[in-house]
């Protein structure tokens, strides 16, 4: 968002999409003094998937279309509503349906709303339509960015950590069974190639964005092969980068400091149970999930949503839903899209909402007394 760095690969193209540093008025509102050079023909018409999702899905990603609208951003929808995680008798729906798939493939960037999960004694599924969605993508990487935000009361100040996970593999690798009656068998599956992998893309993004420190989440004393696997491809890539302080941190006491001491943190990277779980702390810290933007990445897709993947079906229908995640979301997605200027405008006028610190715009849950289309139409009025 705030700086961006060329390159060819996907991978390091959403390494340049998240801002970098800690948020302030003369960061927001200055460009730097070099222009932008672009590549012939970038401002041409971006297709995009939009997958509105469950719960306030529909809500937020209206804001958000509404928001690139005024943006006039070069962006055209290819817009799938009605996709749900749950078929009509609440049973989980299994597969993402074909016409969605070739869409994002087609397109290579989507962005989505959050895919509600059902959870009942009848469902003996192992995956959610989520974690289904980023394997048929081969989605390796998911980054999350926790910042503090002006004008929402927080315990910690200046907070700025991304979380870096590993997306696929772990304890969401969906092979459990029932050995006999009473006795589950659930496998945890770590690879060489794909702790590497999110190492190679957490010390890149260090390096491209100016970051000093990069943490490493385990539970090697316990896990000694597998969290031990994911440290030891940690250290070898971590060899490479002698200008990154590279430390590690065992995953229960990593939560306790970040909820003590979260500014020790800068960049965290971590397999996929233990990463959902430290973004959601982060997210938390920041002031909640309608906060926190974020992101998944393969080689070829990327696809953008909420830092922290809740529905919300308690405030759904309510419009009281924030918006601030999936459009700062958005901000990441236009400067993956080299839409760098449109990206700036995007986040400053965010931004710039809450610096005027009027209340009456602001959605609940940040103390406000607005909605979200209150807070839409404020960033609207700033674009």
Not at 121 to 147: A, M, P
């Amino acid at each position: 968002m705030l700086q961006h760095f060329a390159s060819s690969s996907c991978l390091s193209q959403l390494a340049a999409a998240v801002c970098v540093g800690a948020l302030n008025q003369q960061q927001i509102f200055h460009r730097g003094l070099m222009t932008y050079m672009q590549t012939p023909g970038v401002s041409k018409e971006h297709r995009v998937t939009l997958i509105p999702g469950d719960g306030i899905g529909p809500e937020v990603t209206n804001a958000v279309v509404q928001v690139v609208d005024t943006l006039k951003a070069p962006i055209r929808w290819d817009r799938f509503d009605g996709l749900s995680g749950a078929l009509p008798d609440g049973m989980p729906r299994l597969e993402v349906p074909s016409e969605i798939l070739q869409s994002i493939r087609q397109n290579k960037v989507c962005l989505k709303g959050t895919l509600f999960t059902p959870l009942s004694k009848k469902n003996t599924s192992t995956q959610s339509l989520n974690v289904q969605l980023r394997k048929d993508l081969d989605l390796t990487i998911n980054l999350v960015h926790g910042f503090s935000l002006p004008g929402i009361p927080l315990r910690h100040r200046d907070l700025d950590i991304v979380v870096i996970r590993e997306n696929l593999e772990g304890e969401y690798s969906g092979l459990e069974h029932e050995v006999v009656d009473g006795v589950v068998e659930s496998l945890k599956v770590i690879t060489e190639a794909r702790s590497l992998a999110t190492a190679e893309y957490a010390f890149e993004f260090a390096y491209l964005n100016n970051r000093r420190r990069v943490t490493a989440v385990h539970k090697a004393n316990i896990m000694k092969k597998g969290d031990g696997m994911f440290l030891k491809a940690c250290k070898e890539v971590a060899q490479r980068y002698p200008n990154i302080e590279y430390t590690e941190m065992i995953v229960d006491n990593t939560c306790m400091q970040l909820v003590s001491r979260p500014n020790q943190f800068d960049v965290m990277v971590t397999p996929n149970l233990y990463g959902n779980l430290v973004a959601n702390v982060v997210a938390g810290l920041c002031g909640g999930s309608g906060i926190v933007p974020g992101g998944n990445i393969g080689e070829e897709v990327a696809v953008f949503e909420q830092g922290a993947r809740h529905v919300a079906k308690n405030i759904a229908g309510k419009g009281i839903a924030n918006p601030t995640a999936l459009l700062l979301s958005t901000s990441m997605m236009l400067r993956h899209l080299q839409l760098h200027s449109f990206s700036d405008r995007l986040e400053a006028a965010v931004l710039d909402a809450y610096m005027a610190e009027d209340r009456s715009i602001l959605t609940p849950d940040v103390a406000g007394t607005g909605n979200t289309q209150t807070f839409t139409d404020a960033v609207c009025e700033r674009l």
